[in-house]
């Protein structure tokens, strides 16, 4: 049998099933008019963003950024719990519009903006971070083209990678962001230009579970923030930290030491370099507010046997949730948690594997796992599902079309 992922401590049960906000999940599905669901809790978002703000300095800034989970309910329950909002496309500017979250808290990174996700972006009075001196020049003659002052920032790539991290974003060559050593020569340049200079964007990477690690990438990214404004010759109002606080997904996998890195930080905080003196701070996070939130819901719908191994084939999958099924960024396949959520509390009785509807071995959802004796009609429980699942999964696979989602 191979172990599942940990689920997240924050689930209770009713009756025998999953409960999530104190409903089973079966009045869940009622209520959103069947499976596959995402169910994503207002209140576990609410409790996780109490909980870093405990730990973290009281004038550090939280951005939620949109990636994770641009479900609209989401992005306007984000505008009262967070300080501002990284968006990385059109797109979600145009969520972040609709939900009407203040453009003045909304800052735009991504390597490849095109001239009209700029030009959107620029007079809505969204924060650019510009990603390379041609982007500069375009934002800048897009800016006047419409005659506002442009809100420029520059995403720096660091010359340091976030260790342990799930996906790196910095240290040495990559698409993002601007060489370290280039970016005081800018900075002097969009100010002369007469850009509204915001400052500095640094990400090094994602999904660390090493308070470590952590500690080490921001201790890092203030001394790089203080190195590149001391060599600029300019003010330097903000600084975006970065984020990568990770969630754990696997078995073994222990939570982040939050107040751990919150105290780090908060001694960095209380003793900065002049150049950082008069700076304001953020850090911007997606997954470590919404992951455990979420839940995604399928139904078993046959129970099939082949060569002695048990298979709950159900109406989900990978095209809802590539990263459970294997396949966003992971080398080798384990286990997310996983569990019959219509016996939550029943004891494991046999190893099944659960699948996807999916006509490809690639859509598994469990693998050889342990399991109460599940049957046609039972739901399964997907959960670390709030971050990168609806949105980062293949919906349109084999014709399947979105799952539905729900915000309790
Ligand atoms: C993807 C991304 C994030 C969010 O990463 P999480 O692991 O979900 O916290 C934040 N900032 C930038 C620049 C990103 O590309």
Redesign the pocket.
């Known amino acids: 049998m191979k172990p599942l992922g940990p689920i997240p401590a924050q689930f209770g049960s009713s009756d025998g099933e999953l409960a999530i906000a104190g409903r089973t999940a079966a009045d869940l599905v009622e209520q959103a008019g069947g499976t596959p669901l995402f169910v994503y809790s207002r209140q576990l978002i609410a409790d996780r963003i109490a909980r870093l703000r405990a730990a973290m300095p009281g004038d550090l800034a939280i951005h939620y ?1 949109v ?2 989970n641009p479900y609209l309910p989401i992005i306007q329950a984000m505008d009262e719990l967070v300080d501002g909002f ?1 968006i ?1 496309s059109g797109g979600e500017l145009a969520r972040v519009i609709e939900a009407k979250i203040d453009p003045a808290a909304v800052s735009f ?1 991504g390597p490849g903006k095109r001239d009209d996700e700029l030009s959107a972006a620029i007079c809505a009075g969204v924060t650019i971070n510009l990603e390379s001196e041609a982007e500069a020049e375009r934002a800048l003659r897009r800016a006047e083209a419409a005659g506002v002052t442009p809100r420029l920032a520059i995403r720096v790539n660091p010359d340091f990678d976030l260790k342990g991290s799930g996906m790196k ?1 910095g240290g040495g060559a990559k698409p993002f962001g601007l060489d370290a050593e280039r970016v005081p020569a800018l900075v002097r340049q969009i100010i002369a230009a007469g850009a509204e200079w915001r400052g500095f964007h640094i ?1 090094a990477g ?2 660390a579970l090493s308070a470590d690690a952590i500690i080490e990438t921001q201790a890092q990214t203030l001394a790089l923030a203080a190195r590149l404004a001391r060599a600029s010759g300019a003010a330097l109002p903000h600084v975006n930290l ?5 969630i754990p997904y696997f078995p073994g996998e222990e939570p982040l030491d939050l107040e751990k890195v919150g105290a780090a930080l908060a001694e960095r905080m209380a003793d900065l370099p002049d150049e950082l003196a008069d700076t304001r701070f953020c850090i ?5 507010l919404v992951g455990e939130a979420g839940v995604y819901l399928t139904r078993i719908i046959e129970r099939k046997v082949s060569h002695g191994e048990v298979f709950l084939i159900t109406d989900g999958g990978m095209h809802h949730q590539l990263a459970a099924s294997g396949n966003f960024g992971t080398v080798v396949r384990r286990n997310y948690p996983v569990a019959i959520a219509s016996r939550f509390t029943a004891r494991t009785e046999e190893e099944a594997s659960v699948v996807g509807c999916l006509c490809t071995p690639l859509d598994r959802l469990a693998d050889k796992a342990g399991f109460p004796r599940a049957e046609v009609g039972d739901l399964v429980a997907v959960f670390c599902a709030g ?2 699942g609806a949105s980062a999964s293949p919906m349109h696979f084999l014709g399947q079309g979105p799952a539905r989602e729900l915000l309790v």
Not at 242 to 246: D, Q
Not at 284 to 288: A, N, W
């Open positions: 950024a990636k994770a990284d990385a990174a974003m990400f994602s999904q970065g984020g990568g606080f990770g911007e996070l997606g997954r470590y971050a990168y």
